[in-house]
Each structure stands twice: as C-alpha cells, then as structure tokens.
C-alpha cells in the first residue's frame, strides 16, 4: 500500500514538515514519486519511520540516525540535554534571533512531542526562578514559543483535518496551552487556542468542535462534575498536567 505524504504523515505520527526535512538534509527515507512528482510512502518507509523515530526519543541527533539504521550498535548520548544547554545560552546571551532559528529550525528535524517533552519544557524551568531576571528571560522564550506555535497553526490550517478548540481552565502557566497545541501540529489538527486560561467556560456555543482543555493538578469534585455535564454533550477531553 502506498501512502501520500500527508497520509504518511497522520499515520506516523510525524509532520510532513519534518518528513521532508528528514529525506533533504540526511538522506532518511526515500518515498517514490507519483507521475506528478508527489512523494508516495511505503509500508517498509512507515517501519523505517518508526525506527527513526525510536532512536531520536532515545536522544539520538538525526544526523546520527542514518548510520545507526545502516549499523545499529548500542550507543548513549545527551543530545537533547546539549540542544537544551544550547537553547538556554543563547537566551542568556540576549541573541534572540539566533534562539528563535534554533527552535524553529529543531521542530522541523524533531518530532515537535518529543522536542516539547525533551527540551522545550525543561529549558522553561531553567528560567523560572521569581526574580526578574530570571522572569524577563522566561518571558521572551514563551514569547518564541507562542510565536512559532502559532506558525505551526497555520500552516495546518492550509490542509484539511479535525477542528480543535485549546483552552487552559484552573491553569496558573498559560503559556502551557501553547506547549500542548504545539505537540498536536503537524498531525490533521486545525487548533485554535484560547490565549487566556479561563475558570468560567461556555463550550457549548462551539458545539461542532472538539475541546481540549488543559489543567493544572487534582480535580476538585466540582470541576469533576462540571467536565461529566459537558461530556454529556460535547466532544471534550481534559489534559492534566
């Protein structure tokens, strides 16, 4: 069976994005074409994806993937903590631009779960101190962040896919909704996010839609019984952080 690239991509798992970039800069998967020059992915290119996939959550630098899946040995490596380090001096050095390129440039090559999970979300803790120095570099990482979420948004936009609605509710860090909305692009979502974590939802006035809504600790009883009674009419699921 053969899989376009947009099929290829939903059923890795892995955006298109990314996809390309893997074939372009290392060589990673080589789809056939059809007569108009469209890629068209095998079975034996979803196993090969996978296996990619295994190695780069293991902390593998792509770069390094196509030797291993041509060799593979036993081998360690701190990848994600040294993108993490590098990511982290650049922003203490005040070289903005130069971070922003890296973050965009990583969630091409990376799956952008991983990327969040590895990198994104423990770089954010290294800056998170309540001092202000500390608070102004936080601040103009999440700045990046919601930046490129909000590209990575859009272009899903331009393909079709299932309509998802992204909200914080009882969320004390609102830059958390756009971490979990990044992890889903790339997948046939098109996500809108509500900027602002609210208490006081109305989901019901977007019946059509699917509710993702992100929270921060235990539910108390009363939000318990509130998410049943929407679940009882709407597509909602809850992320607990």
């Known amino acids: 069976m053969a899989y376009s690239i947009g099929e290829f991509a939903r059923l890795s798992g ?3 994005t990314t996809l390309r970039a893997w ?13 108009g020059g469209h890629r068209l992915y095998s079975e034996a290119d979803v196993q090969q994806a996978l296996q990619i996939l ?10 390094q993937v196509k030797t ?5 040995a036993p081998r360690r490596t701190d ?3 040294t993108l993490q380090q590098s990511l982290l001096a650049r922003l203490k050095e005040g070289k903005i631009d130069s971070l ?7 969630g091409r090559e990376y799956p952008r779960a991983e990327l969040v999970a590895n990198v994104l979300r423990p770089l954010r803790s290294q800056v998170s101190a309540n001092i202000p120095a ?8 999440d700045g990046i962040l919601m930046a490129y979420t909000s590209f990575c948004m859009e272009g899903d936009k331009k393909a079709p896919g299932d309509n998802i609605l992204l909200s914080g509710w009882y969320l004390n860090d609102a830059c958390e909704v756009w971490l979990e909305a990044l992890m889903r692009t790339g997948q046939g979502h098109r996500i809108d996010i509500l900027p602002t974590p609210l208490t006081a939802l109305a989901p019901d006035i977007f019946p059509d839609r699917k ?11 009363a939000r318990q019984k509130q998410l049943t009674e929407w679940q009882k009419a709407l597509s909602l699921d809850i992320i607990i952080l």
């Open 211 to 221: 509710w993702l809504l992100v929270t921060s600790g235990k539910l108390t009883a």
């Open 100 to 106: 922003r390129q890296m973050i965009y440039d990583a």
């Open 134 to 141: 500390a608070m102004t570099l936080r601040a103009i990482l």
């Open 14 to 16: 892995i955006s298109a």
């Open 23 to 35: 074939q372009r800069r290392y060589g990673l998967l080589k789809p056939g074409r059809t007569e």
């Open 79 to 81: 990848n994600w903590q």
């Open 68 to 72: 291993l899946l041509e060799r593979p």
């Open 54 to 63: 295994d190695w780069v959550k293991k902390g593998v630098p792509i770069g």
